[in-house]
């Protein structure tokens, strides 16, 4: 069982009305792959990530998660064994970060208020941020606030972890703090699917990478065969010109 | 911001999976809208015939006499007996709408009038309160008295309390004469329009405010004094985001007109109730007073939506709303 | 120590008739503060949920809960209390009132939350479910208690506008303050007062509507997010 691959995405099709925005999207994820998917805007990498915790839901193909179809898992349940980080952090507004991390093991695992609060701060402690435990989001920076958000998804153990862009809502001077955080996942083990623009972060820590164009893979390879090597002229245009731009913040 | 605004992507739709699905509440919205426009139609051409028919001494049929007759309606019943509460409810909506309407013309001149006189008044308010010192104090005490107590309870006083006020207008020439309304109907002009325009200056004044206040420097750096900021560069845009809270005052006047009633004003409610204690029908008159009133707010609403998408500045959105 | 009594009798004697029947008055108050706090409960009690089907609800539910509320708030307070009383029946007159003050507040009501609900970031509902909460859970812990703080302004407006339309009470001669009022100007050799007896009232009813206004600031306040911008 644990030989299967923990992710398996297989011929995926997303349509939006007549507009088809995954036309066949096909590949595997080991336990602690760091797949990184990069692209023009447009090319579905974020509908792709959404299609994995059906947040949107998908009309071909299919997407197992340990060997289970994602379609027929209840949403529920599937959603507590994949983690997901957002773009502009979504943290909830009226509750303390602390309480952020807290909500997930509470209402959904039915962990007592105890058990939640000591978990949350050791999530908050991993992130570097145990000072602000009781700080509401909108009393926290950027680069704080999505650093709570990566706790809050890791607070329910998941199995995997989606990565939404994670630090394009970012200052460049606060991007270096969640890239961190994010480098020692890897390191431990977690398996992320990570959509993102951080140059660094993929040659450092990605076991793939993934050039999505119009709802299609254009090429798909470690990083060095991609950063050096690459097959099509475009996904060298792609990555130089993503390196110029965000490979450099540390 | 949502997610996808960031980067244009198309990905920006992919909260779909729990937002419901707004592809499909186009056309049905439009449906609905398009039968509205019919049932305003249908139902303002038959207003104004019947307004029409009254005015001119009876053109079609006599004054206060229904187009169709009751006895037909009800025949309707006869011949098809499963709907002969239907029927025999409608008849006798026919027998009193004639009168109704009639009614429902004071209602909506009441009304128009009433707000109209106001705006002015309500200009000078929310200018004073956004600009002015003393006369924003007294602004102020003058909003906070009329919004603070019950619009009955002005009425009353303009009308039970202050008997010199029905007195002077009694006392103009020509008044409860023809077509000019009795004492009682210019006591509550009175009160509709001081409450009106407190209410009124209160959404100018929040529009006011909303303007950048860059804009009133960037008035005064033209050249412009500050009334002429003000006059030509605040009140444009103000006004505008007005629009709103505006129509939301319009509402409430067309429904609280109906508080005339209670100082002798023969407006919609007024009828509706004495024609209820003659029948005690008291339910069927009271709906269809209710439909009227109904009538008169669904058709302002929309009215005002159509002048707010007309004077809409292209590219600014509406700031303000309410 | 001034003498109450000769301190009355400086005043006119309409204003002595006013004084005089405090008493009666007051007990027209609470019936006024009574109706408006029942109304105020029957209406959010039905505008909350009202409020979550239009939002949530499936394309039937929430266009039913959209066209009775145009009906409810289209229609003039005194003509649905009118109805409730004469026409349905309902009864006592307080009964009456509350069930049209109520249900015309729900209508008001479900619009304040309505906004509320919308104006909450989509994103907190996406990260809500993406934690695993279900829709109901999210609505429950994660929507709502930022949509009801935000509804604060919206319902103080509403809690004013029902205390002053409970005086419409006196359309079925429900005893609150206003009906009392105009109770002692119509007795025999008072009509004179008419003026004294309702701007007295007017400053009570005054005085309640600053009270709340105050007191509802102070709340919105208190309940206030740390940090955030407020609204």
Not at chain 1, 214 to 238: C, D, K
Not at chain 2, 93 to 111: D, F, K
Not at chain 2, 142 to 162: C, I, K, S, W
Not at chain 3, 29 to 44: C, D, K, P
Request: glycine share 10%.
């Amino acid at each position: 069982m644990s030989d299967d691959p923990l992710v398996r995405v297989d011929d995926l099709h997303k349509r939006y009305g007549d507009e088809e925005v995954l036309k066949g999207i096909s590949f595997e994820m080991d336990r602690q792959d760091v797949q990184v998917l990069v692209g023009p805007s447009g090319s579905g990498k974020s509908t792709l990530l959404r299609c994995v915790n059906r947040l949107t839901e998908f009309q071909g193909g299919e997407i197992t998660l340990d060997g289970t179809p994602v379609t027929e898992m209840d949403v529920d349940d599937l959603r507590r064994q994949v983690g997901m980080v957002f773009q502009d952090f979504n943290l909830f507004a009226h509750l303390t970060a602390k309480e952020n991390i807290m909500l997930g093991p509470r209402r959904v695992l039915g962990k007592t208020e105890e058990e939640a609060a000591e978990r949350a701060l050791d999530e908050l402690d991993r992130v570097g941020l145990a000072a602000q435990a009781d700080s509401y989001p909108a009393e926290l920076s950027g680069g704080q606030k999505q650093r709570v958000g990566i706790a809050r998804a890791l607070a329910m153990d998941p199995k995997l972890m989606l990565f939404d862009e994670p630090t394009s809502a970012l200052d460049p001077e606060l991007i270096g703090e969640v890239v961190e955080v994010m480098e020692d996942l890897a390191e431990g083990g977690m398996t992320m699917l990570v959509v993102t623009h951080e140059m660094g972060f993929a040659r450092a820590a990605a076991t793939d990478i993934m050039f999505l164009d119009q709802g299609r893979i254009v090429e798909h390879g470690p990083p060095e065969r991609l950063f050096e090597n690459p097959e099509h002229e475009r996904t060298a245009q792609f990555l130089e010109r993503l390196t110029r731009l965000h490979g450099e913040t540390r | 911001m949502s997610a996808g605004e960031a980067d244009g992507d198309a990905d920006a739709d992919a909260g779909g999976g729990v937002a419901p699905d707004a592809r499909t509440a186009g056309p049905r919205r439009s449906r609905a809208g398009t039968l509205k426009y019919v049932a305003g139609a249908v139902l303002w051409g038959w207003v104004l015939l019947r307004w029409g028919n009254d005015w001119l001494g009876g053109v079609f049929v006599p004054r206060g006499q229904a187009f169709v007759p009751p006895a037909t309606v009800a025949g309707l019943g006869d011949a098809i007996p499963v709907l002969a509460g239907v029927a025999n409810g409608l008849a006798f909506a026919v027998h009193y709408l004639p009168n109704l309407m009639n009614a429902m013309w004071l209602t909506v001149v009441l009304t128009v009038v009433s707000i109209t006189l106001g705006f002015p008044l309500a200009v000078a308010l929310a200018a004073a309160r956004s600009y002015g010192h003393y006369t924003g104090w007294a602004a102020l005490g003058f909003v906070e008295l009329f919004r603070g107590t019950p619009l009955l309870a002005q009425l009353f006083v303009l009308y039970y309390g202050l008997p010199w006020l029905p007195a002077f207008f009694r006392n103009l020439p020509f008044v409860g004469e023809g077509i000019v309304p009795a004492q009682a109907v210019w006591v509550a002009v009175v009160g509709f329009t001081l409450n009106s325009a407190a209410y009124q200056g209160e959404y100018i004044r929040g529009a006011i405010d909303s303007v950048d206040p860059g804009q009133l420097e960037a008035g005064r750096a033209v050249g412009l004094s500050k009334l002429g900021s003000v006059r030509y560069v605040v009140l444009p845009q103000a006004l505008r985001y007005a629009i709103p809270g505006w129509t939301n005052e319009l509402v409430y006047l067309i429904k609280y007109s109906s508080l005339a009633a209670f100082i002798t004003v023969p407006e919609l409610l007024y009828r509706a109730q004495a024609f209820a204690s003659e029948t005690y029908r008291y339910t069927e008159l009271f709906v269809l007073a209710g439909v009227l009133y109904l009538g008169l707010v669904v058709t302002a609403s929309s009215l005002m939506g159509y002048v707010e998408g007309r004077v809409a500045i292209p590219g600014l959105g509406n700031a303000e709303g309410r | 120590m001034a003498d109450p009594v000769l301190a009355l009798g400086a005043l006119s004697a309409d204003w002595r008739y006013v004084f005089g029947n405090v008493d009666y008055l007051l007990g027209g108050l609470w019936v006024t503060v009574g109706l408006t706090v029942a109304s105020l409960l029957v209406g959010f009690v039905a505008g909350l949920p009202a409020a979550v089907v239009e939002v949530y609800g499936g394309r039937y539910s929430s266009a039913l809960v959209r066209n009775v509320g145009v009906v409810l708030r289209g229609t003039p307070i005194v003509v649905i209390i009118m109805l409730a009383y004469f026409a349905f029946g309902i009864s006592p007159a307080f009964l009456a009132a509350t069930a049209a003050l109520g249900f015309r507040s729900g209508a008001y009501q479900t619009q304040i939350f309505r906004g509320a609900i919308e104006s909450v970031d989509g994103g907190q509902m996406e990260a809500a479910r993406a934690v695993g909460l279900s829709k109901t859970q999210a609505v429950r812990h994660v929507v709502l208690p930022q949509a009801l703080r935000r509804s604060v302004p919206g319902f103080q407006n509403e809690v004013t506008i029902v205390l002053k339309d409970t005086s419409i009470a006196f359309a079925i001669g429900l005893a609150e303050l206003f009906t009392k009022s105009a109770d002692l100007y119509q007795s025999i050799g008072h009509t004179t007062a008419t003026f004294e007896l309702i701007v007295f009232i007017s400053a009570i009813y005054f005085a309640l509507t600053f009270v709340t206004n105050r007191s509802l600031e102070a709340l919105n306040d208190a309940v206030a997010i740390p940090g955030g911008k407020g609204r």
